[in-house]
């Protein structure tokens, strides 16, 4: 898989190379489309509307990035099948939901429009609803390595802060970690919202309610930033053992400072940035990865902070 990533990146480098310095519109008027499942207040997508935009200067081609401004699915689904409307020449698009997304996508794709799965979903789910390929991370082996990390550390019991309970890639970030530790998931998830005082508040009953909880753990910066400032107000912070999925700016310095033991990095900048590379590829000279592409899991910890500190909430 990393020789994969590497010939990628090796041929967008190339194929890029020409457009150094210079504005290049595409001479066959690609276009793509990225359909995120994200509400505007989740920062972390900012790398992915990045990734997306890059790969469209290199590549010389139209990209744009649409999401459900609340997050609601339905309103997903609704937009999806305008993007398939509008006559792309590919939708890249995550698939949270498989119940709810997958009809458009089939329908995309049964229109003639080419599709690739980013970010949730799995290459099982991709395949089914008839995608070229996956890119991204798998998300329940991602939460069972970091269950085994945790479990190597000593961790026998947690809190996973789910602030996205309605995604079932979500869920299987928590039962993964849950299963890699060797304990049932149970009461052990919450559902905290997107708001960022209830998110703190939810944090600080479970820890004052479970005052024995060995580790926490976060699913992004949208619940990752308030369990920082729950664990500062009840003395937790560097005492309780904290690993997080994704990375941002508070969980960066979280990690550097030693509040945050670890955090995984799945590199949605690649995510979003493969799949326009790969889609412009295969539409000028047909050619196409014979297998999908995980971006991720990746452990960043104190110790290789310089270049994620450097490119953390912009391409990292």
Not at 283 to 295: A, E, F, K, Q, T
Request: net charge negative; aromatic share 6%; with cysteine.
């Amino acid at each position: 898989m990393r020789s994969t990533l590497k010939s990628l990146l090796l041929a967008a480098a190339v194929i890029a190379a020409p457009l150094a310095g210079a504005q290049v519109a595409s001479a066959e008027g690609e276009k793509y489309i990225l359909v995120s499942h994200a509400p505007d207040s989740d920062s972390w997508w900012n790398t992915i509307k990045n990734g997306i935009a890059l790969a469209g200067d290199q590549m010389g081609v139209d990209v744009e990035y649409r999401n459900p401004p609340t997050g609601d699915l339905a309103d997903m689904a609704r937009i999806i099948e305008q993007a398939a409307a509008s006559g792309p020449n590919g939708i890249i698009t995550t698939l949270s939901d498989p119940d709810v997304l997958s009809g458009p996508i089939k329908d995309a794709v049964a229109s003639g429009i080419d599709v690739i799965i980013m970010n949730s979903g799995t290459p099982d789910q991709a395949r089914e609803v008839g995608a070229l390929m996956y890119v991204g991370q798998p998300e329940y082996d991602a939460g069972h390595a970091a269950g085994l990390r945790a479990k190597g550390d000593g961790v026998t019991s947690f809190l996973c802060v789910n602030h996205y309970i309605s995604s079932p890639s979500s869920t299987e970030r928590c039962k993964g970690f849950a299963d890699g530790l060797g304990v049932e998931l149970g009461d052990q998830m919450i559902d905290s919202g997107q708001d960022p005082a209830e998110i703190k508040n939810r944090v600080l009953a479970y820890l004052n309610a479970n005052p024995d909880t060995d580790a926490v753990l976060t699913l992004g910066p949208t619940s990752a930033d308030p369990t920082l400032l729950a664990l500062d107000e009840n003395g937790m912070a560097g005492d309780i053992y904290f690993g997080t999925f994704d990375l941002g700016e508070n969980i960066v310095e979280g990690i550097k400072s030693g509040v945050i033991n670890w955090g995984i990095d799945q590199q949605p900048f690649l995510q979003a940035y493969l799949p326009v590379v790969v889609l412009t590829n295969y539409h000028r000279y047909g050619v196409l990865p014979g297998n999908n592409i995980n971006s991720g899991p990746g452990f960043v910890t104190k110790d290789g902070l310089t270049l994620v500190e450097k490119f953390a909430g912009e391409y990292r």
